[in-house]
């Protein structure tokens, strides 16, 4: 292979990697104005969240794109094939996790009609660890640091825990005024996508490992077992 | 290249497609045995269906690999690559799927604890359609029946306005009886799950549609827009 093949691949797999970051900022943009388009209760913040999704799908593709190309004509191989298949993973959780945050955004637009919710604050405490947690992995691609995405995949189990305490939460909440079962039933559906968004960002940290270091991460996570143990529990089951 | 070698990158690839099937084959299994847990109110059913779930997770790993070792063995072009990197997909899809499904089976677990519900017929009947376009969907995969692929991405639709129907209802048999809200809330995610296989067999659909003809799928689903126009609407939005 020649100098000049050499290269162009380099900067075509360096190319690649802005695209997957590129596509990483927005998606750490548009959850964060999904939150706090919730905790500010703002409507036109909701739907710049919205407008801003196909932006997010659109880089997806063209990731897919630079990928079907870089295999076909460059053939890499070893540590160049696992960056190129990585960068598909990693684009594949990212626009996920850009439809979680547009889904909150919509739920968002709904809650605002109704009265100012209480447990909004136990929203955006769970929505600020999920950012963080997004934050950390994104850090953790860039920088190829190893620790910091072993470090995101264990912090999941608290993002779990949150989301357990904030579904009995919302029932109680539910229970205690019938009026509020209606937003309440999105309140869970927004704590839901954050418990999602987590598994995602647990996803894209065992992608960052698996790009460094050619292994998967070894060791079990503490998952808390959550089938419940009596009728009383209502605490959800994860996936 | 010579015979021998092209002989054995089909088997490669007819490899890589038996074990997609196969994952189809777990994954149709699984659904159908958690739809079955919930309305026949089969706790050891549920119990069958989560402990079933690892080798799903297994087999998509031996995809992964098998696709690793293509990829770097055999650089394939063309048709070939576009085979090879769909399989990916698949698996993936396929393995969501199956987290879903055993997602069903855990609550399933849940709600079989309390009093039967009035709406576990509309449940099944949502799950019998979600289970109809995974069968559908697998069928062209074997069969390479681009036009079946395309009536399954038509008929995602359908599903979406069972689930907004179904959101409905069960928002309506909470508010009725608070002590339902914690089922209701299981429920409620039982629905959204299906609806969530229904975009995983959309996507499925798209992934057989480029194998066979190269080209995505044109045109656009005449998908309801769901952000209600009134505060009273309960209607959730889609993804």
Redesign the interface.
């Known amino acids: 292979m020649t100098d000049h093949i050499v290269r162009a691949f380099t900067d075509e797999l360096a190319e690649l990697n802005s695209t997957v970051s590129r596509m990483g900022g927005l998606v750490e943009k548009a959850l964060a104005g999904a939150l706090a388009s919730v905790s500010r209760r703002d409507a036109d913040l909701a739907r710049t969240v919205i407008a801003g999704d196909p932006e997010i799908d659109e880089l997806q593709r063209s990731v897919e794109r630079q990928?079907?190309r870089l295999?076909?004509l460059r053939?890499p191989?070893?540590r160049d094939?696992?960056q190129t298949?990585s960068a598909?993973k990693l684009a594949?959780d990212l626009e996920r996790i850009g439809?979680?945050a547009?889904?909150i955004a919509?739920?968002a637009?709904?809650i605002i009609?109704?009265e100012p919710a209480a447990v909004t604050r136990s929203i955006d405490r769970m929505g600020k660890l999920a950012a963080n947690l997004l934050k950390q992995v994104l850090d953790a691609f860039a920088s190829h640091a190893v620790g910091e995405a072993v470090s995101v995949w264990m912090q999941d189990e608290e993002l779990d825990a949150h989301y357990n305490s904030l579904?009995r939460e919302?029932?109680t909440y539910?229970?205690e005024d019938?009026r509020q079962?209606?937003p309440g039933?999105?309140l869970?559906?927004i704590a839901?996508n954050l418990e999602r968004i987590g598994d995602h960002c647990t996803n894209l940290s065992e992608v960052v490992h698996f790009l460094e270091t050619g292994e998967e991460i070894v060791g079990t996570r503490p998952k808390v077992d959550?089938?419940?143990a009596s009728?009383q529990?209502?605490i959800?089951?994860?996936?």
Chains 1, 2 share one sequence.
């Open positions: 990928i079907m295999l076909a053939q191989m070893a094939l696992r298949l598909l594949g439809d979680l547009k889904n919509k739920r637009i709904i009609e109704h579904f919302l029932l539910m229970m019938p079962i209606g039933a999105h869970l559906f839901k959550s089938l419940p009728a529990s209502h959800p089951p994860e996936d």
